[in-house]
C-alpha cells in the first residue's frame, strides 16, 4: 500500500516530515515516479507538496530575487521577472526535457534530485543562489554551491523542506548565458552544460561565476579560471587561455552518456562560446 | 508474367490524399490497444529471465513462488503440454529455456498472479539456480576455431552466396579499386506501444489470442505448437498495434505463447503487457554487421566488380536471420549493373538476444556499404557522386546481381534527376565559424514482397461483403500497425465498388475471417491485400453491373460503376441509377453480396549455390540527397534538408506515401547518428529511452519528399510496396555528406559527436 499524505501549508508538511522515517516529498514526480516504477515498495509513503502554497511563486523582493520550490520549470521559462533580471535561469529552465516534463517538473526537484547534470544547477550556482532550508524546529540557508555532497547526495536532511531559492537582484549590465550539450536537440540529459554569469565594464570582466555541470561529480564552479579572468580585458586570446584552464579544472568521467575526452573538450568549447557571448554584448 | 489487375484512366480516390481512417481515434485516444483489455478473473503474467548471456539452468525456487500472494500458478519448460518451441523460420527457439539459457534475458518461467503487482512482486523474489557458462558476445569471433558453439559446428546459422562472372580478372583490370570495412550497430524499434498479449480459454477447447503484432498467422502457429493444439483451436485478432518496424513480426509469438501458457494451465484469461526496459533487453533488433566490401570500376566509372563478405550477429537463436540474410544479398550491389560479384554472407550466433525484422530487413547494412563505396569510387575516379551512379543505375532490360532481367517499373534514373533538380545547388562548404557544410547522396532499390526466399508465403486472402444500407465491409489477412494499410485497403475498396470512402470499413485482422495470408512485413499489404481485394470486388462488381444493366436496359459492358452510381457509356445523355437502388434491387433478388478473393505471386526464382534468379516480382527505387553541417568544434552533425525521391509505381494516398517518407528518413537519421544499443559483456546497457535516443520532431530536418510514379503491372492501380525503403539510405548519404564536409570517411555507424571530434582531432577515419 502506499501512503499519500497531503499537508495543506508548510507548517503541516513540516510537522508530517518531523518522524524517524519522513515520507518522500512529492512535487513534479518527474524523477521520483520514475525512480518509484522499478522498486515501489522503498516509495511507500509520500507527501504531496501540491496544496502548500508558500511554496509557490517567483517574486521580486527588494534587493533579490526568491523562487518557491515548486516554480516549474514552465514557470521560470516564461517568469517575466527571471527574463528580465536572470535570463540565463530561464534559459535554461526552457532547455530542460519536453513540454510535458517543463510543465511538471520543479526547481525544487532539480535541485534535490541533485544529479550532476540538473540543468538549472550551473544557472543557480552562477547566480550565486541560496537555498532555504526549512525543519519543523529551525530554519537555515545553505549556499546552493555548498549544498551538494555527490550524485544524489545533498545536505538537505530527511525532514527538512527546500522551500526557496533565493539571490541577490543581478546588476542591469549582468550578462548571463546558458548552454548544453545533449544527445540530442531537445528531451535530452546534458552531456554537458555551463552557464556563467558576470559584470562586464567595456569589454573587461570586473567580476564572472563559471559553473558546469556533468563533469564532476556534483555541478561545480571553475574558481581559478574566474579568479584570472577578473580584471582582465576580454580578447580571443583571452578567450583561449580561459578555455584551456576550465578544462584543466573539471574532472569529467566517461560514463554511458559520454566519454572523459568528449567532456572535457566541450566543457571548454561551450565556455569559450558564453564568453565570446559578453564579448558581443 | 503478371496480369494487369486494375487500372482505371481516372480513378478518383486512388492518388488522393484521404485522411487515415484510423487517425482519429489514435489521436482522440478512444483506439483500443492491448493494454485496454481488461477480462473478469483476468490473470497477469510476469517472465523470469535469465540475467546471464549463458548459463545452465539447474533450478528455480517455483514452490515458494507459488505460496506467494497473489500468485496463481508458474510455469517452466517442463510443463509445456506441446512442443517448447516458437517456430519462426526454424524451430531452434524454445518458448522457455531448459538446460541452457542462451541469452541475457531469455525466458525461463512464467508468473500467472491475480494482479499486475503481485506479479510483479513475485518476479522479485524469483530465483534461478543458474550456473554461468563463458559465452560468445563478440559477433566477429563467433567463426573462431576455439569459440563456444551456440549453434551447430561453426556457430553459423546459414551462408548464403552470389557468384556471378570472375571478380579476380574483373580486379586485375580494373582503373580504380575502393575497399572498406563496415560496422552498423543495433537498432531498437522503438515503438511506442511496447509488447502485450492477452490469452483467453475458451469454454469449448478453443483458445482466443488478442494483442500487438504483424503476423497473426505466425502467432497462430506458435500458439498451437506449445499448447499441442491444432491450428483450428487457436484463434487470434490483432489489436490496435502501436508501431512495430518490424519489430513485431516473429517475437509477438514468443510473447503470445508466455500468456497462452499461464492461461491455458488455470483456465483462465492471462494479459502480459511488457515494460520497456523487459522489451528493450529481450525483443528483437536490427542485426548489428560488419561488412568487408571491395568495388572494381573501369576509367569511364562503370562498376566492375563488387566483392563482399560480410557478417549479421544473429544472436542466441536462427529466428529471422535466414531470411534476413537473403534480402541482403540480393541487395548487396545496389541498385547497379555489375557483371562480376562475389558475396559470401553468414549469419552468425551469439550469447546476445536474437535480431530479427526491422525496416529494410538486413539490406541498410548492406546499401551503408554500397553506398559509401560508391562515392568513394567516385572520388578516385574524378566524378561527380551523382555522375557515377547515373552511369551505373539498373534500367528495364539490365541484369541485377542476381541475374534478374528487369522488364518494368524501373524509376531508379528518374527518381536521381528528380531528386537533383530538387536538391539545386550544394550550400558552400563554409557554414559560418567552426561550421563545414557537406552534401551526400545514396540511390537504392527494395525488393518488394518476400520473394524468392519467402515465396511458401507469398499468398493473400481478403473478404468483402456490401449491407444493405450500402456500405461495406471488408477482412484481410494483413495488419495495420500504423503503416495507413487500412486507410489504403478502404480507397481501393471504395473505389472498385463505387462505395464512399467513410462507408466502407476494415474488420480487425484475425485468423478466423480470412485463410493464412502469410505475414505483414517486406512492404507487401498494399499490393498483396490489395490484389486480394480487387479479386474480391471483381465478382461483387459484376453483380453490380448486371443488375443495374436490367434497371437501365442497357448491356453491363456498356456501364461504369463511379462514386454512388452507374452510369452508361456511349449513350447521349447518359442515363444513371443510383448504387443504393442497385444495391436495394440486389436485396430484393437475393443476390450474394459477399465475396473471395485469393492472390498468390509467381515467378520468383532462387539458386542457392549460385545466389542468382529472380528475386522478386519488382523493385522500388529512390535517391537520397542530405546537406548536414557539422559543428567542428563539438562534433555535432546537424540534417539541415532530405530530399527523397521515391518511385512507389503508384500512390494510392499521397499523404501516406509522403507520412512514410518523412517517418523512414528520421528513423534512418537515427540509425546514422544517435542510435546505438550498449552491450557490455552480453549485457545490454541502457534498456530504456532516457539512455536509447532516437531523435525527436525537433531533430527532424527539412524533408522534401518527391513521388517517382512508374506503374507495375502487377500491384493494384499500379502501386508498388515501399515503406521500407525511405529509411533504407539515409545512413550512407549521411556519411557521404559528412565526409564532403571535412574529409573523413566514417565506416561505423552510429557518427556520434564524440566519434566525429575524435577524428577531427586525430585527422583519420575511424
Redesign the interface.
Known sequence: MTQILVPKDLQEALELLAIDHPPRLLAGGTDLLVLRKDNPEKFASFLVLENVRELCGIHKENNRIRIGSRATHSEIEHSSILMKYAPVLAHAAAEIGSVQIRNRGTIGGNIVNASPAGDLIPALIALDAVAELHSLYRKREIPLREFFLGPGRTVCRLNELLVAIHFELPDAREHGVFLKIGPRKAVACSKVNVAVQALMHHRTVEWIRIALGAVAPTVIRAPRTEAWLQGKRLSPELIAEARAMVREEISPITDIRSTVEYRRHVAGVLIERALESSLSK | MFKVMKTQSNPSLIGSRVPRSDARAKVCGTEKFIADYSLPGMLHVAVIRSPVPCGELRGSNRQYLETLPGVVATVFAEDIPGENCVPIVWRDMPALATGKAKYAGEPVGLIGAETA?AARRALAMAKLDIHPLQAVTDPEKARDNDALKVYGEDNVFSHLVIRRGNIEKAFAEAAAVVEGTYRTPYQEHAYLEPQGMLAIPEGDGSITVMGSMQCPFYVQSAVATVLGLPLAKVRVIQAATGGAFGGKEDVPSLVATQAALIAWKTGRPARLIYSR?EDIISMSKRHPAVIHYRSAADSAGRLLAVEADYILDGGAYATLSPVVLWRSIVHSVGPYRCPNVKVDARAVATNRVPCGAFRGFGSPQILFAVECQMDQLAAKLGVEPAEIRRRNLLAVGDATATGQILKNSVGSLETLEKALAAAGVAPSKEAGEGRRAGRGMSTIFYGMGLGAGGVHLARTGATVQILQDGSAIFSVGTTEMGQGMRTVLGQIVAEELGIAFNCVHMTPTDTSRVPDSGPTVASRSTTMSGNALLRACAPLRETLLHVAAGILEAESANLVLTQGKVETRGTNPPRAVELQKVIDECFRRRECLASEGWYRTEGTTFDRATGQGDAYVAYAWATNIVDIEVDT????VEVMRIVAAHDVGRAVNLSGVEGQIEGGTVQGMGYAL?EEI?CQDGII??SEF??Y?I??A??APKIEPIVVEKPFDGGPFGAKGFGEQPLMGIAPAIANAVADAIGIRFSELPIT??RV??AL?SKTAI
Open positions: 503487482e526496459e568544434e563539438t562534433g555535432v544517435l550498449l546497457q541502457n532516457g539512455l535516443h531523435p525527436t525537433e531533430d559527436p564524440e571530434l575524435a582531432n
